[in-house]
């Protein structure tokens, strides 16, 4: 059981914290210079749980719900990147790239844990 429980809590600390540094140094060479200033920390804050929801949808076996995630996501984000400016594309491209990297972290690291046996 304290094997399980473990597994279970490194399997969130990689998948929310580590992935989250992963991120951030991927994605590096794609912000833009003139990205708009949001509330401080608001965008990590969103990548912890939009990779922990996943990672949750995953070990729950409801893969389909990681749907649910994205298009609040894209929902949400939709008013900041309409348009056909410069800045907007790159805004735009740089927000799909970062989730994208998420996301694939995300199943990444839950598969390799799975496939060891770990859960």
């Given amino acids: 059981m304290l094997t399980k429980v473990l597994a279970y809590t490194s399997l969130y600390i990689v998948t929310i914290f580590v992935n989250g540094?992963?991120?951030k140094l991927l994605l590096k060479p794609f912000l833009p210079e003139d990205?708009?200033?949001g509330t401080p920390n608001a965008g990590r804050m969103i990548g912890y749980l939009e990779r922990a929801l996943i990672l949750t949808f995953l070990i729950i076996e409801q893969p389909t719900l990681i749907g649910f995630v994205l298009t609040i996501k894209a929902i949400f984000r939709y008013g900041d990147i309409q348009g056909d400016c410069n800045t907007k594309m790159k805004i735009s491209e740089y927000f799909i790239i970062g989730t994208l990297i998420s996301v694939l972290?995300?199943?990444l690291v839950y598969a390799i844990f799975r496939n060891a046996h770990l859960l």
Avoid: D, F, H, Y
């Fill in 21 to 23: 540094i992963i991120v």
């Fill in 35 to 37: 990205m708009p200033a």
């Fill in 105 to 107: 972290l995300t199943v």
